[in-house]
């Protein structure tokens, strides 16, 4: 799976923007995608988790009530919708996906435990 992050950009404070994560190959809808975060001399963080039926999802504190993660399998591409941004909010954000097969609902916070990973897109938040 290779995946394409965009829809980055420099906003306000108390924006929205929602960022894309489109993916190719077939096998999209056979993975957790999650987005991640890296802030400049900060360690890569997680944000959101999707499971491939879409439902089950998963937060960071830090974004809970104000992000929201979706998925459309048959576009092949996952969302983050972003509320209320704040400057902390300022980094990369970064798509990842992770192929799974069981039915047991797993939403892995951990960089380690995605195997894809998208070029990242930049968010800026000025106050």
């Known amino acids: 799976v290779q995946l394409q992050a965009s829809g980055g950009g420099l906003v306000q404070a108390g924006d929205s923007l929602r960022l894309s994560c489109a993916a190719s190959?077939?096998?999209?809808?056979?993975?957790?995608i999650g987005w991640f975060r890296q802030a400049p001399g900060k360690e890569r963080e997680f944000a959101a988790a999707?499971?491939?039926?879409?439902?089950?999802?998963n937060y960071a504190d830090s974004v809970k009530d104000r992000f929201t993660i979706s998925r459309n399998n048959a576009k092949n591409t996952a969302y983050l919708h972003m509320d209320t941004l704040q400057p902390e909010d300022t980094a990369v954000y970064y798509c990842?996906?992770?192929?799974?097969?069981?039915?047991?609902?797993?939403?892995?916070?951990?960089?380690?435990?995605?195997?894809?990973w998208g070029q990242g897109t930049l968010v800026t938040v000025s106050s």
């Open positions: 999707i499971w491939k039926n879409g439902i089950d999802t």
């Open positions: 190959g077939r096998t999209f809808s056979n993975n957790i």
């Open positions: 990842a996906a992770n192929p799974v097969l069981g039915p047991n609902v797993i939403l892995p916070t951990t960089p380690s435990r995605y195997v894809y």
